[in-house]
């Protein structure tokens, strides 16, 4: 889209009318919260039960700007489901407009092209747990599973909404819900989606997520209840990408001399696939149940309140999940590069599915690195966790025969639990056991170790990972109307090596990695064998740097990253570079806090990958180098008392070296667009 007067006249009007309605309703919000007055503690209360594992941290930053009541103040979540660590809810608002995930991701994912679509690691680590993978992650940064829920423990009800919109009829939509009933259950919803039409012919996108859990406590504290909920909807219109005379003609300006015409609507260049979907849905259920062990002691409090308190030093976890995934690709009829020349099944029909579900049971066995005497609570030096994993896989094809697949490890974590001490460690370790089973006799270790040289000199970190295991699912076994293979590829053996120093004071992260890699498949782009699956053995160094430099009001945040690998078939950027320089101040007796500037972005020329959406899948090339650009955004963050309002224009500098650059072969980035959107936040 090309703006013009009129359009950003629209868009400012829409942006005035958006800060008007903020103003307006957190001053009512604010008069609402000002006319409650005092919350008084109930004293005649003499035998409250509180998890001191549940300690609460002063907050860093104040969840109102205001005199606040105390129930107020305990809003924190956790993602732990065997400490239970909670933390409190950010508040911060600096750079909020950088809401998608690909970018809260420290700018680590590249797409094909518009928020939503599938995903590419410009960093990736290699490594991998010993649990079933399908491999089909192109949609990662936007999924939601049990193990990323935010699980909040409330006071009073907690409601944050976000909506974010832009060209192209971008939407971005989130709420999250958490509330209690007394004491003893809580609960929580999130909702969010993600849609846009894209620039180009065929690119629409649709994601829907959504998560739920209650947690349930006994009075007495020695039994829990842990449910959660987790679904996924993924709907990506597949347009093959841009078909052109030559690579990279769509943005040049000349051809021998000769002007290049550009159309002015993005949606009249030809494209590879027409009425063409891929879907993936995932649903994702558990139940966690928790019997605690341990002792009751009486504690006197400042007002002389008497609570009794329980400290859990043991729990067993029992934890049964079922998850399943569908993958399902429906294509019209075309003369594209990832269509085999013969359909295997059924010609003519260009349909295929392939379906995973799982059972999954868990027990484990908790030392919480908490114990008490009558009158007090102590820490132990360290907590750990052993836990037996068992998963029973099914997987079924449109066409060919459903599998079977046995799934058993163990696994065990150790962290030291020292408080004020200078040194810390954490182990973590999983074996695969059992006969025929998938990751039978692989393993994962991982071993760190912090060091607090002083609070002016900062920390240091090192750590080590030995993996072993057997590749995702999708490269050892694969049969559809398209493709086959059937590979008895030996085990993948990666090997990490990261050394990494924080100094808060100065606001610096330095770190410096080694990974070793053997066996480690990926797809080739073949014209002649679309489907080539190689292995890579090799070395990937990376540097990294992180540094934010504050001068009064102005504030620049720095994330460089070098990155080199010795095999030339693994193709990744040497250079990412990720920028924010912006003034940040307060007006209005710090009524009205904002930050304004600019992003710049900045990945160095690299063989940008295919993508294969028949099974959505990134190919490595080695034919094409792909000239990169830095792109600037210009933004504004405006925050009134709980609410968040930002607008933003991406890529502002298209045309100031040529008209676009890609993000994958034939899939250009979006051009220049407008973004604005409002987050607010509800305590009551």
């Known amino acids: 889209m090309r703006f013009g007067v009129k359009s950003w006249l629209t868009y400012l009007r829409g942006i005035v009318v958006v800060c008007a309605i903020g103003l307006l309703l ?26 001191t594992l549940n300690t609460e941290m002063p907050d860093s930053v104040e969840v109102f700007e205001l005199n606040y009541e105390e129930k107020y103040k305990s809003i924190r979540f956790t993602k732990s489901q065997h400490h239970f660590n909670y933390q409190n809810v950010d508040t911060l608002f600096d750079l909020a407009h950088q809401f998608d995930p690909i970018n809260k991701s420290n700018y680590r994912y590249n797409n094909i092209g518009i928020i939503g679509s599938p995903v590419y690691d410009l960093f990736p680590n290699y490594t991998n747990r010993l649990n079933f993978d399908d491999g089909f992650n192109q949609f990662k940064p936007y999924q939601i599973n049990a193990d990323s829920i935010k699980i909040f423990k409330v006071n009073a009800p907690f409601t944050k909404f976000s909506w974010r919109f832009g060209t192209k009829e971008q939407q971005f939509f989130k709420v ?36 739920a859990y209650t947690t349930y406590n006994t009075k007495n504290k020695k039994y829990k209840l842990l449910t959660t909920l987790a679904t996924n909807a993924f709907v990506q219109e597949q347009n093959g990408g841009i078909s052109e005379a030559y690579i990279g003609q769509i ?8 002007p290049i015409t550009q159309p002015h609507r993005r949606n009249t260049v030809g494209i590879n696939l027409q009425n063409t979907f891929g879907r993936s849905n995932s649903l994702n259920i558990a139940v966690n149940q928790y019997l605690n062990f341990g002792k009751y002691f009486n504690e006197t409090t400042a007002d002389s309140s008497l609570i009794k308190r329980f400290v859990p030093q043991v729990r067993l976890k029992h934890k049964i999940a079922f998850i399943k995934a569908d993958n399902v690709f429906e294509g019209g009829f075309a003369n594209y590069t990832f269509y085999p020349s013969e359909l295997r099944y059924q010609q003519g029909v260009y349909l295929d599915s392939i379906s995973t579900s799982k059972w999954y049971n868990q027990l484990a066995f908790i030392q ?36 079977k697949i046995n799934n058993t490890w163990l696994a065990f974590n150790l962290n030291s639990n020292l408080e004020n001490s200078s040194f810390s460690y954490n182990i973590e370790a999983q074996y695969g056991f059992g006969i025929n089973n998938y990751q039978a006799s692989k393993y994962f270790v991982k071993a760190s170790a912090n060091y607090q040289l002083s609070k002016k000199s900062g920390t240091l970190t090192a750590s080590y990972i030995a993996n072993n295991y057997n590749a995702a699912f999708l490269f050892q076994n694969y049969d559809s109307n398209f493709y086959t293979w059937q590979n008895n590829f030996d085990a993948t053996n990666i090997n990490t090596a990261n050394l990494n120093y924080q100094n808060t004071k100065y606001n610096l992260n330095l770190s410096a990695s080694r990974i070793n890699f053997k066996n480690l498949p990926y797809f080739l782009y073949d014209a002649l064998a679309p489907a080539q699956i190689n292995l890579a053995d090799g070395n990937l160094y990376r540097l990294q740097i992180h540094k934010t430099f504050t001068f009064g009001w102005w504030k620049m945040k720095q994330q460089l990253t070098y990155q080199t690998v010795n095999n030339a ?27 304004t500037g600019f992003d710049v972005r900045y990945t160095s020329n690299f063989y940008l990958p295919f993508y294969n959406p028949v099974i959505g899948q990134f190919y490595n090339q080695t034919n094409f180098e792909y000239a990169l650009y830095p792109a600037i955004d210009f933004f504004i963050n405006c925050k009134i008392q709980t609410a968040i ?8 500098n298209q045309n100031w070296f040529q ?22 936040r509800f305590f009551d």
């Not at 114990?371 to 052993?386: C, D, E, R």
């Not at 890609?662 to 607010?680: E, H, I, L, M, Q």
């Open 26 to 51: 957190t001053q009512q919000l604010s008069a609402q919260i000002s006319s409650r007055g005092g919350l008084k503690k109930d004293s005649t209360n003499l035998s409250e039960r509180v998890d």
């Open 176 to 211: 999250i819900h958490a509330n209690r009933i007394k004491e003893i259950l809580q609960f929580g919803v999130s909702i969010n989606r993600i849609s846009g039409e894209g620039f180009y012919a065929n690119q629409r996108v649709r994601n829907s997520g959504f998560s």
């Open 645 to 652: 309002i930002f607008f933003k224009v991406e890529y502002i």
């Open 659 to 680: 008209r676009g650059f890609y993000t994958a072969v034939n899939y250009p980035a979006p051009d220049y667009t407008f973004r604005g959107g409002v987050s607010w």
């Open 251 to 258: 943005f040049d300006k000349d051809l021998n001399g000769v």
């Open 569 to 595: 078939d693994l193709s990744l950027p040497n250079w990412v570079y990720n920028g924010s320089f912006y003034y940040s101040d307060s007006w209005f007796k710090k009524a009205l806090s904002f930050n």
């Open 368 to 403: 919480t690195g908490e114990t008490g005497t009558n009158s007090k609570a102590t820490k132990l030096p360290f907590k750990s966790v052993l836990s037996l994993n068992y998963e029973r896989i099914t997987v079924k094809r449109l066409f060919a025969d459903s599998l």
